[in-house]
């Protein structure tokens, strides 16, 4: 057994690798481990909100902040919504997509860069209690290997083994959860799809997010119900009949491109037990439906680092916990669930959404409210636009 971690980070996404840098630069000794091979790609619609890029740019580890521009990000300007009843565009703030592959292996990088200890292609069975650590099970190059850790950072993304073994943090998914599916497909695909837009497709069954990446790739995500998945015969025909329904093109060589799919992703848990915390997508997920996912994600990621810094600084990693949770709830404020949860209840419902498309065909101004809530880091409030 080797000498005991201050940290271990299960989970290399955007929360999950944020917080190693962070805690690296800062000189705690932390473990993250990625059950993935960097670069990889995930079921992503790769849009990062103005929420999302102001976390990166005022992180103090310079490597973090200039993943966006590095990166050769694309700036996204507007979203354009497409129905039954036709399209769509409104503003968006300052946005921009990024492939999940390039975003968390600069990410990765960073934390590397930082100090901390990278372990790809691993992956976390438990984490185990044992009143002043948890011993942390782990399945690397074949072979079965345990570390021990002060503390755990569970940032596993949808369907993570460790919280699935944690009895004191019971995973909650909403009986109406969609699933997720995506695949990405070549720049030369189609030319209907612009750089600066993200498009959405709304259907009956679910909506399709389009968007071009940096190397001006197009990026497909879909959002759909289990049953119009096995109704239309998988996620490629599925997206075909949304796309069609908005009389949008299908890209070329999107009914033979390798979709992969994603757990159920509606679902919420505590997200904190003895020793342990949960962040980004592992502790809630409520179909983020312009990019703001990774935005939370960050942020609740941003917000936890001095918790734990403080911790470390005074021996009390013992009760990040508590302060966790508390903090946490600050950070899912009424205003964030009843925006989230009025969306997914209209998204579910075709004539709401042919109508709210109509109405705001006629007076676009009426979708400030809704963009503002959801962004208001890089949107000015209605009512002070110059």
């Known amino acids: 057994m080797s000498e005991p971690w201050q940290v271990v980070i299960v989970g290399a996404g955007v929360a999950g690798a944020y917080v190693a840098a962070r805690l690296a630069h800062a000189g705690v000794s932390v473990l993250l481990v990625d059950r993935g091979r960097f670069p990889r790609n995930k079921v992503c619609g790769a849009c990062l909100s103005g929420r999302a890029l102001a976390v990166l740019k005022r992180c103090p580890v310079q490597e973090v902040a200039n993943i966006p521009e590095k990166s050769g990000m694309k700036h996204l300007g507007r979203v354009r919504i497409g129905t039954g009843a036709g399209t769509v565009e409104l503003p968006l703030g300052a946005g921009g ?3 999940r592959d390039r975003l968390d292996a600069g990410l990765v990088s960073a934390a590397r860069h930082s100090g901390a200890t990278v372990w790809e292609e691993t992956e976390a069975l438990s984490a185990t209690a044992f009143g002043s650590y948890r011993r942390v099970r782990m399945q690397r190059l074949g072979e079965t290997v345990e570390v021990d850790a002060s503390l755990v950072i569970a940032a596993e993304g949808l369907g993570g083994r460790i919280l699935a073994r944690e009895e004191s943090l019971p995973d909650l998914v909403s009986v109406n959860s969609r699933v ?21 497709a709304c259907g009956k069954h679910g909506y399709l997010g389009l968007v071009r990446q940096e190397d001006d790739s197009l990026d497909l995500a879909m959002a759909a119900d289990q049953v119009g998945l096995a109704q239309s015969g998988g996620p490629a025909r599925l997206a075909a009949k949304i796309l069609e329904g908005c009389q949008w093109p299908v890209p070329v060589g999107m009914m033979s491109a390798p979709w992969r799919g994603t757990p159920r992703l509606t679902h919420q848990r505590n997200v904190g037990a003895s020793r342990l915390v949960v962040v980004g997508d592992a502790a809630a997920y409520v179909e983020p439906f312009t990019g703001e996912g990774m935005g939370w994600a960050l ?8 918790l734990v810094l403080d911790a470390c600084s005074s021996g009390s990693l013992d009760q990040v916990h508590n302060r966790w949770q508390t903090a946490y709830r600050k950070l899912s404020t009424p205003r ?6 009025a969306l997914a209840w209209g998204l579910r419902r075709p004539a709401c959404v042919d109508a709210t498309v109509c109405l705001l065909r006629l007076v676009p101004a009426l979708a400030w409210p809704v963009t503002w809530l959801l962004d208001r880091q890089s949107l000015p409030r209605p009512g002070t636009m110059s």
Do not use: Q, R, W
């Not at 599916?181 to 720049?187: E, H, K, M, R, T």
């Not at 964030?336 to 949860?341: A, I, T």
């Open 97 to 99: 997509a990024l492939s």
């Open 180 to 200: 997720g599916a995506g695949c990405v497909l070549p720049g030369n695909s189609t030319d209907h799809y612009e750089s600066d837009t993200i498009h959405m």
């Open 299 to 306: 942020e609740a990621a941003e917000t936890l680092v001095p």
């Open 336 to 341: 964030k669930k009843f925006v989230c949860s």
